[in-house]
């Protein structure tokens, strides 16, 4: 059956008012309205427009009957009333403040462009390990990739944002989320590694922070004795040390660099020199090759005296001398004769080369 | 107040009372309302109330061919439709004969 022009022309007109209907819906509706529009025509009269009006309006009085509440509401229509007027507040109610609080986000949205790509770049600086919190794999080879990184994630972010509502969408989702638990995990992941910095202090040469530190060189080589010479290169004996306050300085290794113990020599009858007295006497534990511990000898004094040379690094090393059981003579030194208890008081200034450099 | 304000309350149940006598297609339906007095009522919305209540399932309908003229489609209530009249009729009595007992005059009750 062919509807006439004008039929159709009002139909059509009426259809794009309700474009807006779900396709089903607009079906349903429609179904038979041309054939209905006939049937107006059919009896004869002024044109349809005069007779029905503009199809807007009549779109929307169509509108407005059929998608009225169903006169089969189960109580009273004031029930039906009060029902839909409180679906209708928390819709809109609901409407607002989700929309607002989107509006919002949405404003934030260029700012986590920028966050996602800092944590992209610094999740690679935690991995490689290198370069300040801020500035991921150091200002060479970090700032060119971060700058890439804000670059390309604000061009993905703004692709995103033009294109309708997708498959895409869901991908976008989980790949945010998942960079946003990457947040969290760089976040504690670099508090670590800090932490680390900090326990991570230099070594001391005796293993353990915190332990009484006895005299070495820098280089970490244990002094188990002290041997002072004069200007002339005399031996001395009996000279007692102290330091810039006074105190005396009597905390020499008690093990050499090949770790062989070092203990003082007592000799029985004497009162033991001061500690802070040099050379010490002493006695250095030496075992032989099959574990048995050879005879005690006192170290001798070094026969070959070094020049008196300034370089701490000259001479020394001749020194110490090879251990040669031959005995030496404690009577090379005596024990201090002046007495050992009281350090005089300003005597450190005494000795003209006060060493307190 | 307008009739029409009136009409939109109960245009469900003219459209079903006046199915009730009769099968009718859309404009049938139309003609028959202002026949009976309501001048006012519109087109589209004797023609959107009667695709309402078909979709709710109160109206069945079928095609009529015709050699002359278009094929008509032609609306029937159905039982759940005879329901709905009964109801709806009901409510509008009670209601009527309240609103004439509010005006407590004697020429409106019917």
């Known amino acids: ?54 199809a807007v309006d009549y779109a929307r009085d169509l509108r407005l009957a059929a998608l009225a509440p169903s006169a089969t509401a189960p109580s009273g229509r004031l029930q039906g009333a009060i029902d839909g007027v409180r679906t209708d507040v928390r819709r809109v109610w609901e409407l607002d403040a989700a929309r607002q609080l989107r509006a919002f986000l949405l404003e934030l949205r260029p700012a986590w462009w920028v966050l996602r790509a800092w944590l992209v770049v610094a999740a690679a600086g935690l991995l490689l390990g290198g370069g300040p919190l801020l500035l991921p794999l150091g200002p060479v ?97 009996g000279v007692l040390l102290y330091d810039q306050d006074g105190r005396a300085v009597d905390n020499l290794a008690t093990t050499t660099n090949e770790g062989e113990e070092v203990r003082p020599l007592v000799v029985p009858g004497e009162p033991p020199p001061p500690g802070n007295s040099y050379p010490q006497q002493q006695q250095v534990l030496r075992y032989d090759e099959f574990g048995g511990l050879l005879p005690a000898s006192p170290r001798p004094s070094p026969s070959a005296w070094p020049s008196p040379s300034p370089s701490p690094s000259a001479a020394p090393s001749a020194s110490p001398p090879t251990p040669d059981p031959a005995a030496s003579d404690p009577a090379a030194s005596d024990p201090a004769a002046t007495d050992p208890a009281a350090p005089p008081a300003p005597a450190p200034s005494a000795p003209a080369p006060a060493p307190s450099s | ?103 407590e005059r004697p020429e409106v009750a019917a």
Not at chain 1, 9 to 20: F, G, K, N, S, T
Not at chain 2, 23 to 43: H, N, Q, S
């Open chain 1, 1 to 54: 059956m062919s509807a006439s022009p004008e039929v159709s022309e009002y139909a059509v007109q009426v259809r794009a008012a309700l474009a807006d209907l779900p396709e089903q819906q607009r079906l349903d509706l429609l179904e038979d309205l041309e054939d209905h529009l006939a049937e107006v025509v059919a009896d004869a009269g002024p044109p349809l427009e005069a007779r029905l009006g503009p």
């Open chain 1, 141 to 237: 080879l970090g700032l060119p990739l971060l700058i890439a990184a804000v670059v390309l994630s604000v061009r993905l972010g703004r692709r995103a944002a033009t294109q309708p509502a997708g498959s895409g969408t869901r991908t976008s989702y989980i790949a945010n989320t998942a960079l946003a638990v990457l947040a969290v995990v760089i976040v504690f992941g670099v508090q670590q590694r800090d932490q680390q910095f900090v326990y991570a202090g230099p070594s001391a040469p005796y293993g353990y922070p915190g332990d009484p530190r006895p005299l070495a060189h820098d280089d970490g080589t244990p002094i188990t004795n002290l041997y002072p010479y004069s200007s002339n290169g005399e031996p001395l004996s």
């Open chain 2, 1 to 103: 107040m307008e009739t029409t304000q009136l009409l939109k309350g109960v245009l469900d149940l003219a459209v079903l009372a006046v199915l009730d006598g009769r099968d009718g297609y859309g404009y049938d339906v139309l003609r028959r309302l202002r026949a009976a007095g309501l001048d006012d009522v519109g087109d589209a919305s004797v023609y959107g109330t009667l695709r309402r209540l078909y979709s709710a399932g109160h109206l069945t309908s079928y095609v009529v061919p015709s050699e002359e003229g278009p094929h008509r489609k032609y609306y029937s209530l159905n039982a759940a439709g005879h329901d709905q009249l009964t109801r709806s009729a009901k409510t509008w009595n009670d209601f009527a004969d309240t609103m004439a007992a509010l005006l």
